[in-house]
């Protein structure tokens, strides 16, 4: 249910509530404090915990006109490179078995690489403000997020809690009485994440058997994306703005497993369930309603943005293959033809799935700018363990039919100032910058562009050739090569020898490590985080940080 951002133009269409989203009214009622039930098999759901359902969770409907919902599709599910609705940014290939999101809430992170399952996840700040897209509970019971003169003082006072809740918030927390509830939550089942996560898969599909199809067939990819995610998204319930365009896009970019309005309850009533039973030492039906209404604000905004996207979208794309060049032995450039027109912007990223690995999702850069004869290009590196890019990069070939998710990302080009572009791209990572280079070409700003490819060695520089050309014709680009093993220095680093940078724009691309190192090094020469994009899984967690 959660994916990345870049905000374009869309048709302003009315609300989702057309019998499917449980039309307004009481959509909750507490129930009483449950009392505290031994710890059972976390892999199943137990009698006692059955009988404890929470009150019906339903998305609220609203008569009148939904706010413009940004048009781009949103990509994998809350991680990453997705496989079953989770989170995520594009990974230029590389699928981690061990990759998690950093935006998750405090368990023990051992997620394998990016599936996509119906769940929420979290994205930095940036673009256009989104338009507050929320439904009344929202606005009646959770404070509107604190201006930045806010922040710096302590908060406002709220009504009495018990003296255990005063404890665990005190003594100068900051948030809405909804905020603080759900971080208690969290606080109390970090140290048994693992169980909350797989009682709560079992509770969903005892429960809801149906839902089974919409997730992998190998759990081990999924395992706590979607609750991970879900509960994210919960944690920063107050930061309104963010949340709401993080979710239309999350809304929009799940269409693609799958995800019907009347699917939401279903896990709102899983997600509640789970919580119950290992926060049952400080659970009660104060911080429950807190729950209900933060997952029903969560889906209302996600089902409205899917309902306003399929006017004017497909849930995905077919795409043929057309090419297959075979870079390296593991590193393969594949150009597919959608089966209808795919818009998108250079820079962005879209996710892909295999009629090899059903419902297994992967996010893949787009290696050059729109074309005018509509073709699209991947740079896929093939990793241990990773089905899709195995798959791209050693099974497919010329005539087999992918799907394609919506676009996204936000490591776009500002063509509204002069500033230059500072890119880094590492490994497969160059994809989106060969994109970038070639949008400010056609644009024709003559803008300054200092590329820096890096890789281990020469023989990763797989695409080194097509930049030379790119530069050659281009004389306000310049290429630098970065070889690990050669010049001793890793990407990150390189820039400090050269600049200054003062009037540049970053973008990186590349593996998390390079990311994190990448942003750290563009802070220390003095270029302001407002002025670093990237889309990574790091990226997801940027909206809470």
Not at 140 to 151: G, I, L
Not at 308 to 315: I, V
Not at 345 to 373: C, K, N
Not at 448 to 462: I, K, N, P, W
Request: charged share 20%; net charge negative; with cysteine.
């Amino acid at each position: 249910m959660l994916e990345a951002r870049h905000t374009m133009d869309a048709p302003t269409t009315t609300s989702a509530d057309n019998g499917t989203s449980g039309g307004g009214g009481d959509w909750f009622t507490p129930r009483k404090i449950p009392a505290p039930v031994p710890d059972t098999d976390a892999g199943a759901p137990d009698s006692t915990a059955e009988g404890r359902r929470p009150a019906t969770i339903r998305p609220v409907g609203r008569p009148g006109s939904a706010p413009e919902a940004p048009a781009d599709g949103t990509p994998g599910p809350p991680g990453s490179a997705t496989g079953s609705p989770g989170v995520g940014g594009p990974d230029q290939g590389r699928e981690h078995p061990d990759a998690v999101s950093a935006s998750g809430p405090p368990a023990t992170q051992h997620a394998p690489a990016p599936s996509a399952a119906p769940g929420p996840a979290i994205v930095p700040p940036s673009g256009p403000a989104p338009t507050a897209l929320t439904p009344t509970p929202f606005v009646s019971t959770v404070a509107p997020p604190p201006t930045p003169a806010e922040q710096r003082v302590p908060a406002q006072e709220h009504a009495p809690v018990s003296p255990s809740t005063q404890a665990a918030t005190a003594p100068a927390e900051e948030g809405s009485p909804d905020a603080l509830l759900i971080r208690r939550t969290m606080a109390e089942v970090a140290p048994v994440a693992d169980k909350v996560t797989s009682y709560f898969y079992a509770l969903l599909f005892v429960r809801h058997p149906d839902l089974r199809s919409l997730f992998p067939a190998a759990m081990d990819t999924q395992r706590d994306r979607l609750l991970r995610a879900l509960l994210t998204a919960a944690e920063h319930i107050d930061n309104k703005d963010v949340l709401v365009d993080y979710l239309q896009k999350l809304g929009r970019g799940h269409r693609k497993y799958g995800t019907r309005p009347e699917h939401y309850p279903a896990v709102g009533e899983c997600l509640i369930g789970a919580l119950s039973k290992y926060a049952a030492g400080v659970w009660n039906g104060e911080m429950e309603a807190a729950w209900i209404r933060a997952y029903t604000t969560i889906s209302q905004v996600m089902i409205d943005a899917a309902a306003a996207d399929e006017l004017r979208a497909p849930a995905w794309w077919y795409a043929e293959i057309v090419t297959h060049d075979l870079r390296t032995p593991d590193v393969a450039v594949v150009t597919v033809r959608p089966d209808q027109p795919y818009p998108f912007l250079a820079g962005q990223y879209t996710s892909v799935e295999t009629p090899w690995w059903p419902r297994i999702w992967r996010h893949y850069s787009f290696a050059s700018a729109p074309r005018s004869d509509g073709l699209l290009s991947f740079h896929v590196k093939a990793v241990p363990a990773g089905w899709v890019s195995n798959a791209l990069v050693h099974r497919a070939r010329p005539g087999d039919i992918i799907r394609l998710g919506p676009p996204a990302g936000s490591m776009t080009v500002d063509h509204t100032t002069d500033n230059g572009l500072l890119c880094l791209g590492g490994g497969t990572g160059i994809a989106p910058i060969k994109a970038l280079v070639e949008d400010v070409a056609e644009h024709g700003d003559r803008r300054s562009v200092e590329v820096f490819y890096g890789a281990r060695t020469d023989h990763d520089l797989y695409d080194i050739d097509t930049m030379l050309r790119l530069q050659q014709t281009h004389p306000w680009l310049s290429v630098r090569a970065i070889i690990d093993q050669q010049a001793h220095l890793q990407l990150p680093d390189a820039i400090r020898t050269y600049g200054p940078w003062d009037e540049f724009d970053a973008y990186l691309s590349g593996p998390p490590g390079m990311i994190r190192s990448g942003v750290d090094a563009l802070r220390d020469i003095g270029i302001p985080s407002d002025r670093i994009r990237h889309d990574s899984v790091e990226e997801l967690v940027a909206a809470g940080s």
